[in-house]
C-alpha cells in the first residue's frame, strides 16, 4: 500500500486502521507546521485495510502494482487474494471444513496447524522457515494443498525460496497430518520454537470428536504443558458429492 | 484454515458468540455451488443479521447482502449471538440438506449441545492449542478479545483502542464503534453484538 505525498491532507485517520502499526504519522519536511501520513513499506503486509476503510477523503491511500516476491505479502495477507495454487482465499486450505466429503483427515491420524505471526503481530516468513526446517526433521510432510507448501525451496526440508524469506505477512499457516507417534516430538519442536521466534504463533489440532477430553491426542497435548482452549471449530458434516 | 479458531475471552462473553461458515468441496461440489450458497446464506440470515460475508466479495457493510449473496463461489461467513437462533438456522440448514458443508465455531459445550438439539451429530472438531513464542508482542487481552474476533487479523488492535477513546470523549456512540471495528472483517466473522458489550465495559467509568 501507498499513500499519495501530495494528496494526504495529514487529518491521520487512516493510522488506526492498520493491523500492523505501518502507518506512519509524522510532520512533513516541507512544511513543518503539517503532518502527513506515510507507510512503512518494510512493515506493511499490503492486507489491504487502509486501503478499504474508506476514511482518506482526498483519496491518497492507493494499492500500488506489486510484484514478485513482494506479492507474496498480499496473498497472504488479503484475503480478497484467492491463491491460484489453491483456489482457496486467504491463508489456508479447506481443511476440516470440507472433510465429510474430503475424507482429506482420516481416522489414527490428527491434522495439525502452525500459524505464524497470529493473533495481530505478523511475522517474517524465514520465521515460518525456521519451524518448518525443525518439523521436517522430525518427519512431517507439508499439506501439498496449502500456499506455503508453493512457497518451499524444498518441500522435504522447509527451506524457503531464498527470495521470500524475508516478506512480511499477517499471517501463515503450516499444514500437516501426524501419526499418534510424532504428536509428542512435533510438540516438543515447537516448545522449542516458542523461544527462538521474534514474532508469535498458534497452533492448532484437528481430530474426530471421540477423541475429546479421554482421547490419545489431547492426552499427549496436556502432557506437553500445551493449552486446550474450550472453545474452537465443529463441522456439522452437511455437505455431501453434488458435482456430476 | 482455522479463521474462526482462536477467539478469546471469558466464558460468558464466548458463550454469545458463534460464528458459522460455509465451504464448498473443491472437485466435489463447487460446480454450480452459487446458487446453493446463496439459498443457505438466505436461510441463516433469518436468523442473524449480526454480520455476514464472503470474503471474496466483501461484507455487509461495504455492500447490499443482495449483492454478496450473487456473487458467492467458495462460501460465506455469519455470527449468531444465542444459542436459539443458532439451532433453529442449523435444523433448517439440515432439513433443507443443500449439501455444503457447514462449520460452527463457539465454546464446546454449547456448540455440542446445540448439535445434538439440531439432531447434528459432528465428524470432525478442530482444538486451539494456544499463542506461543514472543507473547510481548501481541495485544492485551482486553484488546485481543476484539483482534481475535477477526480470525484474518484485520481488526487492528490500534483501532479498537481508539474507539475505546473515542467513545470517552463522546465522539462516537459504542454501537457505531462496533460496527466500525467489524467492518475490516471482510468474512463476516466479527460480532458487533459481543463488541459492543465489550466497548461498554471498557468504557464504564
Redesign the interface.
Known sequence: MRINRDKCVGCGRC?????V?AIQFFQDEQNPKKKKSKIDEDECVE?G?CF??NVCKPQAIYLPEIMWPRVVRRAF?D??V?HKET????????????????GR?KRGSW?M?V?L??????ARLKELELIAMALAEKGVVFEPQ?PVTHLFEDVKTGKLKPEVRNEKV??A?I?FVVRPEQLEPVLQV??E??GK?????????????EE?EKGPA?KI?KKMG??????????????????? | MTHSLHRTGDTESLKKDFPMLTHVARGYNDIGAGERLKQMAQIARKYTDLHFGDCKVGNKFMMPPEEIMEKHTVGWQVVFKNKKSLIACMKELKEKNIGISVVVSGLFDEVFECCQKAGITPPLIEFALGVHGNKDKIWPPEILDFVTMCGHGLVSGHLVRKMVEDIKKKKITIKKASIELAKPCLCGIFNPDRAAKLLKKMTRF
Open positions: 493510522v488506526s486502521y492498520c493491523p502499526g492486507c485495510v478499504r476503510a495477507s484475503p480478497m484467492e483456489g482457496v482465499p486467504g491463508r489456508g486450505t479447506e481443511e476440516l471444513k470440507t472433510n465429510e466429503i474430503t483427515f491434522g496447524a500459524e505471526g497470529r493473533p495481530g503481530v505478523g496449502n499477517l499471517s499457516i499444514e515447537l516448545k520454537m516458542a521466534v521474534e514474532s508469535v504463533f498458534s497452533v492448532d489440532l484437528i481430530t474426530h470428536p475429546e489431547l497435548v500445551f493449552p486446550v482452549y474450550p472453545n474452537g471449530k465443529v463441522n456439522l458434516g452437511l455437505g455431501r458429492v453434488l458435482n456430476k
